[in-house]
């Protein structure tokens, strides 16, 4: 049987280095179309979203020692309604393509890209996920998500058929 306890209970802030770290805020402001919530010499965070997620600035002069300059390590991707229309946004604004857009799978879709900042920001939209989470009416005698492509067992999640697109997961 799995814990329903895991020692991971979900992220806190998510922190993107930059050297230029006033041109930084006011990049990230634009393209959230949010002021930051919070705001220190060298940080600032910014709520996103439904779940009110934190994004951070943070100064590169306080990146740890070990840090690498230019972008790598994990991609975190955010949830948008329209990775094309998004990503040509993120493009006019300065940012170069990493992964263009992709489909990887039906309703699924990812891309990322390279801020003038040197951050990968990964984006992207899945139909069998999100709207779940958003629309809670979409879940089906409480433990399905995302319109029944997931059903929880006590053994963890299996595998079903979509019943809204037919996607076979």
């Not at 329903?4 to 806190?12: F, I, K, V």
């Not at 393509?97 to 990887?104: A, D, I, K, L, W």
């Not at 996920?129 to 433990?143: A, E, H, I």
Request: charged content about 15%; overall charge negative.
């Amino acid at each position: 049987m799995m814990s329903d306890t895991s020692p991971l209970r979900g992220y806190a802030t998510v922190n993107c280095w930059a050297a230029e770290h006033v041109a930084a805020r006011s990049w990230y402001a634009e393209l959230l179309g949010i002021e930051p919530y919070f705001e220190r010499p060298g940080y600032c965070a910014f709520r996103i979203g439904e779940h009110q997620a934190e994004l951070g600035i943070v100064d590169s002069s306080y990146a740890p020692a070990a840090a690498k300059p230019g972008p790598g390590g994990e991609i975190i991707y955010w949830h948008v309604d329209d990775v094309n229309a998004t990503f040509e946004r993120l493009l006019a604004m300065g940012a170069t393509q990493y992964e263009p857009p992709t489909q990887c799978g039906a309703g699924f879709f990812t891309a990322s890209v390279v801020g003038p900042f040197g951050n990968i920001l990964g984006i992207m939209y899945n139909r069998h996920t999100w709207t779940s989470v958003l629309d809670p009416s979409r879940l089906r005698g409480g433990n399905e998500r995302a319109h029944g492509c997931w059903r929880s067992t006590v053994s963890g999640w299996r595998s079903t058929t979509c019943t809204s697109c037919s996607a076979a997961r």
